[in-house]
């Protein structure tokens, strides 16, 4: 008889957050609009449109733009080899370079979303935003290749290797440039050690909380090489309990860290230091935005997210019998 566990604990590494759950007052106008332009691509199959007519973005315009087109590029992506990855990924990039560029007859739909994207971004986005969003994107769809050559050869990387590549393949770097578009921070705020450090923090905590939420799911389909879960599990020799709970204490480390590091953050001047505050605002609010998101969104639990969030039970999915080489 099977006496394995047939739930997971989901342990609530939010509930201190300083951070509410908030919602922009023009968000439902501007997510019907988007959502109306982005169902005109016809990108998604019936079943994956579906599930992101499910999704609820929490941004403006720029800010839901970007995340339907990380929304698709993973949707094109996910589970292809490292070849198809890397042609699909050339082309996004192409297309993030040169929007005014028409794109080729018969090109893969990627190029045309990515384009429209970033041409209708840079109409209103401050400069040094527009520079920062694509040297992170570049590092994160440089980081998907790598991901497809790991899942192609069925690599399991050591937890240090896994979190170096998930901090690029997670995607939230590219995130905070949509949080400058409207003010205009030099590059010597931006990559200020501190700030640096704040921006690291905030992308640490939705690494732990994205594959604590996505692991049962990742694990049913047999993709969980890329699952910090499952990784802590193989390589500290935990059960999967234990596996959340060394998550949830990482996890609340982290949030020292941010709130400490909030308190190192130097004075540019009483003008630029609200900018800086506005900015790290949003930087905090992206980890909130995320959990709240991956309850709402029925992306890993389906029409569950709401009791699931209040029993912290997350009934176990059955996955692939393989062996772990």
Not at 209 to 237: C, P, R, T, W
Not at 240 to 263: C, N, P, T
Request: charged share 25%; with cysteine.
């Amino acid at each position: 008889m099977d006496a394995r566990p047939k739930t997971i604990y989901l342990p609530d590494t939010m509930v201190n957050w300083p951070w509410p759950r908030t919602i922009n007052p023009h968000h439902e106008d501007v997510k019907a609009e988007v959502d109306a332009s982005f169902r005109d691509f016809k990108a998604l199959s019936p079943k994956s449109q579906e599930a992101f007519d499910k999704c609820d973005f929490e941004h403006l315009r720029s800010g839901c733009d970007s995340m339907n087109l990380f929304f698709i590029v993973e949707e094109y992506t996910d589970m292809e080899n490292e070849a198809v990855t890397k042609q699909r990924v050339d082309i996004v990039l192409d297309a993030l370079h040169n929007p005014h560029k028409i794109r080729p007859e018969g090109e893969c739909i990627l190029g045309e979303i990515a384009r429209q994207f970033w041409a209708r971004a840079i109409q209103s986005a401050s400069l040094p935003s527009q520079r920062h969003f694509l040297e992170t994107f570049d590092e994160y769809l440089n980081s998907v290749v790598v991901e497809a050559l790991n899942r192609e050869q069925g690599r399991r990387r050591s937890l240090d290797d896994y979190l170096k590549l998930r901090r690029k393949t997670i995607g939230v770097k590219p995130s905070f440039p949509i949080l400058e578009m409207g003010i205009d921070l030099p590059d010597e705020i931006i990559y200020h050690p501190v700030i640096m450090d704040l921006a690291d923090c905030i992308t640490e905590l939705i690494i732990i909380d994205n594959d604590m939420m996505s692991y049962n799911k990742e694990q049913a389909a047999g993709n969980e090489f890329h699952n910090l879960i499952s990784i802590v599990m193989l390589e500290l020799d935990l059960d999967r309990g234990s596996a959340m709970a060394w998550a949830a204490h990482y996890h609340a480390e982290v949030q020292k860290r941010f709130i400490d590091g909030l308190a190192k953050v130097p004075s540019w001047g009483p003008s630029v230091d609200v900018l800086v505050k506005e900015y790290l605002n949003g930087v905090a609010n992206w980890a909130r935005a995320n959990h709240s998101w991956s309850y709402e969104s029925q992306r890993y639990f389906g029409t569950m997210g709401p009791e699931i969030r209040q029993t912290r039970l997350v009934p176990l999915l059955s996955g692939p019998n393989r062996k772990v080489m």
